[in-house]
């Protein structure tokens, strides 16, 4: 027997080499990713948060979608157009959807790739006759918006985003509280010293959703003749400041959303903590993607910013509404192509978050068919509840295709389920995709509390899931 020289590896064992070929191992990226890897990833996150702070609600993503296409390219979607190889153009819905387009090389018929995310958040909106007076203190009535879990708004900084349309059809775009010098508004608790009977409340109904009222004033209007003079004085600053009434809040939609900008999680600056990962975090990458892959692109290349996701995605900007597939359609047609074949032929990501595994709270995952942060982006086969209701079920053959893709192309990639069997469930707009006769799949970032004020996201999943989306739209 030889002497082994001091670097040579030791040999491996059959047993280890069996495993090896057999047994999957999926790694963390940190243990794949190059230095110069990390520092780009890094980097590319540098622009999420950037696109986090400017984009809270949806209204404020297609604004911003629609600044950076331009500056990109793309032209707004003209009906009748036949466009050709290489053209870039986009369709705003309403100002709170958006439909992203770039050519491809091959026909229509030969069908479209698709990334779908969402741009609507969970948040606290205002009703339609918000404004009261309460014990010399000025509030706001609210209707909070998607699936909030309602402890977790109270005490919190909060800005108020949205428009108001006055009475001459005027609109007046509003946004206060991200400013270090605007004033912010507030929802108040208890205090613990007389909180027994609130503290002996289960969590879910400790508050409701008319408890969840804005504290927006104090100071009384300086006149003794009239009444309810702290809420004269709101509306006279506000009439002051937009020139409006109260009727004008019939016609507007506020909303409230966390103050705070997005910021690196830990020592290592290796998360990211913010409003709106869900699904901004996907978002982001969708649009960078198809900016980038224009010209290189064999398939037609589409991203959707859908709105109302967050509520079921009815509503004309939401997924359920005919605005996204008429413009395809229109596309196919207007080029003398058969849309039936191009849907029939048709890919789709349907881009939103998962549940990324917390150890905190390990009971409700189930390890094995679990997201974990900082192992790449995460594809869902199934979504729904219970025994796989309410799904989108992507087909092997599918899932083949996209493993293929991702593997051939050095995606960092997981796989992931929302959590235990019978522990709960949800789904996003991939079903409704694939009433089109497209084959979808989800595949999105895994994230840490989700729907909370500041949810939290690693930044390598989010570098994977912009490599995912851009080896897709390449194909
Ligand atoms: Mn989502
Ligand atoms: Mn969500």
Redesign the pocket.
Same mark, same amino acid.
């Given at each position: 027997m030889a002497t082994k020289k001091k670097d040579q590896a030791p040999e491996k064992s059959k047993g280890e080499l069996l495993k090896e070929s057999l047994c999957m191992t999926k790694k963390y990226s940190y243990d794949i990713m190059t230095e110069e890897q990390i520092k780009e990833c890094y980097d590319y996150c540098e622009g999420y948060k950037e696109f986090l702070d400017k984009a809270k609600t949806e209204r404020e993503s297609v604004t911003y979608a629609v600044e950076y296409l331009e500056a990109h390219g793309f032209k707004p979607f003209e009906y009748g157009k036949k466009y050709k190889k290489g053209d870039k153009f986009y369709l705003n819905n309403r100002g709170k959807a958006i439909y992203i387009v770039v050519v491809g090389k091959k026909s229509f018929e030969e069908g479209v790739h698709i990334a779908a995310a969402?741009v609507d958040t969970s948040r606290i909106d205002l009703k339609q006759n918000p404004l009261y007076e309460d014990n010399n203190l000025a509030f706001f009535k609210t209707h909070y918006y998607g699936g909030i879990k309602k402890y977790q708004w109270v005490t919190l900084p909060l800005a108020l985003h949205g428009v108001i349309m006055k009475a001459d059809g005027t609109k007046v775009e509003v946004c206060i509280g991200e400013d270090e010098s605007d004033p912010i508004f507030y929802i108040t608790d208890l205090l613990p010293h007389l909180g027994k009977d609130q503290a002996g409340k289960p969590l879910y109904n400790a508050f409701s959703g008319e408890d969840l009222n804005i504290l927006c004033g104090s100071r009384p209007f300086a006149d003794d003749k009239v009444g309810e003079k702290i809420k004269l004085n709101v509306l006279a600053l506000l009439n002051e400041k937009y020139g409006i009434t109260e009727e004008d809040f019939l016609s507007s939609e506020l909303t409230l959303v966390p103050v705070s900008k997005a910021r690196d999680v830990g020592f290592d600056r290796s998360l990211i903590g913010a409003y709106g990962h @869900? @699904?901004r975090v996907?978002a982001y990458p969708i649009l960078t993607a198809i900016a980038d892959v224009a010209g290189k692109n064999e398939h037609t290349s589409v991203t959707i910013f859908a709105d109302k /996701? /967050?509520t079921g995605s009815d509503t004309n900007t939401g997924m359920t509404s005919f605005a996204f597939e008429d413009m395809l359609k229109e596309m196919c047609i207007n080029a003398g192509q058969n849309p039936r074949k191009m849907f029939a032929n048709s890919k789709c990501l349907s881009a939103?978050?998962n549940a990324g595994f917390d150890p905190n709270f390990a009971g409700v995952y189930e390890a094995r068919n679990s997201a974990f942060l900082n192992k790449g982006v995460c594809v869902t086969k199934f979504t729904g509840g219970g025994g796989k209701g309410g799904t989108n079920d992507a087909h092997a053959e599918f899932v083949s295709y996209v493993r293929n893709l991702f593997n051939d192309a050095g995606v960092i990639w997981q796989m992931g389920e929302l959590g235990k069997v019978d522990q709960g469930g949800g789904g996003?707009v991939a079903k409704i995709l694939a009433k089109l006769n497209i084959d979808v799949i989800d595949v999105?970032v895994p994230v840490l509390s989700?729907h909370a004020p500041v949810e939290v996201v690693a930044k390598t999943d989010i570098w994977s899931s912009y490599n995912a989306f851009v080896a897709f739209f390449k194909d």
């Open positions: 969402h @869900d @699904d996907c /996701e /967050e939103d978050v996003t999105g989700m």
